[in-house]
């Protein structure tokens, strides 16, 4: 596979409450790893970020609404 073929996808997942600068710092930190790691251009990496609410996710059997509630 050619090198400008290589396009990384990172899909991150998780709970609300971030400010748009935490999100844009943590895409730029990401992106850099990727250009310091693999000698790939910032250009090619793309990042999906999904927040998760507390009624679309458990853990332990939970959902996780219902924990905080317990």
Same mark, same amino acid.
């Given at each position: 596979?050619?090198? #400008?073929?290589?396009?990384? *996808?990172?899909?991150i997942q998780q709970s609300p409450g971030r400010t748009k600068e935490q999100r844009q710092l943590l895409i730029k930190r *990401?992106?850099?790893?990727? #250009? #310091?790691?693999? !000698? ?12 998760? $609410? $507390? #009624?679309?996710?458990?853990? !332990?059997? %939970? %959902?996780?609404? $219902?924990?905080?509630?317990?």
């Open positions: 596979m050619r090198k #400008e073929n290589r396009m990384p *996808i990172v899909t *990401i992106t850099e790893a990727f #250009e #310091e790691a693999y !000698g790939t251009r910032s250009e090619a990496v793309t990042v999906f970020m999904q927040d998760f $609410d $507390d #009624e679309h996710w458990g853990k !332990g059997g %939970l %959902l996780h609404a $219902d924990r905080e509630k317990s």
